[in-house]
């Protein structure tokens, strides 16, 4: 029997960043319409769409050998103990910070601090993370499941909410203000305990996750090559903000070299001005998909 890795990968909001950074990383990613089971081109590889929320029980129960899923989650299924994780990926819908589950309450709400929520009303899809926290601050309080909508609640279904946030856009669109932080989180590459123990699929784990930071190491940066006369070779390199030190190489004319490096994309514009004042010539710059260290 072929051995095949099941690969869990986050429905919803995620779906589509997570669809594009294994492109990035080499791999084609297909979702079909209706279908939980989206293609991919490694005959090795078995993957499933699951929503993020529900990914670590899956993988802690052993239906999933691993998964992408937000710390968060985890800690919501306290599933910490249960499942190994490999890698953070930092990556979300919107930006690159990581979330943060917050308690907010309208900006007319008396609450200023934790001890102000004795007794009342929180609405939040985290209530496991919302009780712990509410429970080592000393306060007892009614926490309520959310189906979705959470922020726009308070005043009249709720005293306070516990959500997410990247921006906090939608909680000041909703006349909400935070009152405190309750858990940072980054999308994580979890396995299977057993799974992870096993060497074949460990190995194709581990080869997977290398490939996936490989990808995200690469976003937002370019390669830059030129050619550069010895004599200018220093002042040259003055201007580049190098992610490591530039290669150079000789080239058949003693006189010259090859310089190769990496750096951001949103200096490219402001530096090649500069190296081709410095004395740098036939310039390119060209896209990177992957960088391993």
């Not at 710390?71 to 910070?97: C, G, I, M, P, T």
């Not at 001890?115 to 899809?125: H, P, Y």
């Not at 060497?199 to 690469?218: C, S």
Request: glycine share 6%; proline share 5%.
């Amino acid at each position: 029997m072929d051995q095949v890795l099941k690969l869990g990968l986050p429905a919803g909001s995620l779906q589509e960043a997570t669809a594009e950074l294994f492109r990035k990383a080499g791999y084609k990613v297909t979702f079909a319409s209706r279908s939980y089971y989206p293609a991919i081109d490694d005959p090795e590889l078995h993957c499933t769409l699951i929503r993020a929320q529900e990914m670590a029980r899956y993988v802690r129960d052993g239906s999933l050998d691993c998964g992408l899923t937000g710390y968060d989650w985890v800690v919501e299924n306290d599933a910490q103990d249960a499942v190994v994780e490999l890698a953070e990926l930092v990556f979300s819908k919107v930006s690159r910070r990581p979330v943060r589950w917050v308690l907010a309450v309208p900006n007319d709400s008396p609450v200023r601090a934790p001890k102000d929520l004795q007794g009342k009303r929180i609405a939040t899809e985290v209530v496991t993370i919302t009780r712990k926290w509410l429970a080592e601050h000393g306060v007892t309080a009614n926490v309520e499941f959310s189906w979705g909508a959470t922020e726009v609640k308070p005043p009249k279904l709720a005293d306070a909410i516990v959500e997410v946030t990247e921006t906090g856009s939608s909680l000041r669109a909703n006349n909400l203000r935070i009152v405190a932080d309750l858990l940072t989180s980054t999308t994580r590459f979890i396995a299977n305990p057993g799974a992870a123990a096993d060497p074949w699929k460990r190995r194709k784990m581990d080869d997977l996750v290398l490939m996936l930071q490989g990808a995200m190491a690469a976003e937002g940066q370019v390669g830059l090559m030129m050619n550069v006369r010895r004599a200018d070779l220093d002042r040259v390199i003055a201007q580049l903000p190098a992610l490591k030190n530039p290669t150079v190489s000789n080239l058949a004319d003693p006189d010259w070299v090859a310089v190769n490096t990496i750096t951001a994309e949103d200096t490219v514009r402001h530096i090649i001005p500069q190296l081709k004042a410095a004395g740098a010539c036939g310039i390119v710059e060209y896209p990177l998909n992957k960088i391993i260290d």
